[in-house]
């Protein structure tokens, strides 16, 4: 089973930080789950929230701010006696390059459509020879099949929580390589029915050793985590 830290390593370190991720890499996981959004001059940045408010000592949504704005606000949520930054996706795929580690990428496009967020995330992963190291997720389906026009050998997930058994006939109808619901919904038979339609179960966000043991014996092939567990 693979085991992907959960915005890095979220529960020691400050969620999608790139001391999260390094943290993550070094330690006892496989690689990391991180999400992409735009700012208002096209920069490629990693936060989970459309807005800056939870995670930093700033307010206001990412795209309203360049990427040097938001250089200004401390981003260390939980963790208030560490400095940290908004992470560019550029600078996790460089500390990635020469490393053994797999990358879930979540395209944020559930609330906000930003434009071509698809195709600059794509084209800045294959620039940096990085194909093979990454799985692209989305809540928006759309924004997975933008992915797919642009390359068709890409490793395409579908996230979905709400409207799980008709978002579960998406995965089967589009044919991703697979499946990332939430934990909850899965057993063996739900398992075994994605495993009979050829696709992968990726799940979030596990946080228990015993459901860890259960779901890696029924075959999940990658859990997103907050713990090393």
Not at 184 to 190: G, M, Q, R
Request: proline share 1%; hydrophobic share 35%; with cysteine.
């Amino acid at each position: 089973m693979i085991k992907l830290g959960h915005r890095g390593y979220s529960e020691k370190y400050p969620e999608n930080t790139m001391l999260a991720f390094k943290k993550a890499i070094e330690g006892n996981f496989d690689g990391i789950e991180t999400d992409v959004h735009l700012t208002k001059d096209n920069r490629l940045v990693l936060i989970h929230d459309e807005k800056i408010n939870r995670t930093s000592n700033g307010k206001g949504y990412v795209k309203d701010y360049t990427y040097q704005q938001l250089c200004q606000f401390n981003f260390n949520y939980r963790f208030k006696d560490i400095d940290a930054k908004i992470p560019l996706l550029e600078e996790l795929l460089d500390y990635c390059m020469d490393k053994n580690v797999i990358l879930n990428i979540e395209i944020k496009t559930d609330k906000i459509q930003y434009l071509n967020i698809e195709k600059m995330t794509y084209e800045m992963v294959k620039e940096k020879g990085l194909l093979n190291k990454v799985m692209f997720s989305s809540f928006h389906l759309n924004s997975l099949l933008k992915l797919r026009e642009l390359d068709d050998t890409l490793y395409l997930g579908y996230l979905y929580e709400d409207n799980y058994e008709i978002n579960k006939k998406k995965v089967f109808k589009y044919k991703f390589d697979a499946a990332h619901p939430k934990y909850v919904f899965l057993n063996e038979k739900e398992i075994e029915d994605y495993h009979r339609h050829g696709v992968d179960v990726n799940t979030w966000t596990v946080n228990n050793e015993d459901i860890k043991n259960f779901l890696s014996e029924a075959g999940v092939k990658t859990i997103i985590t907050n713990r090393d567990i």
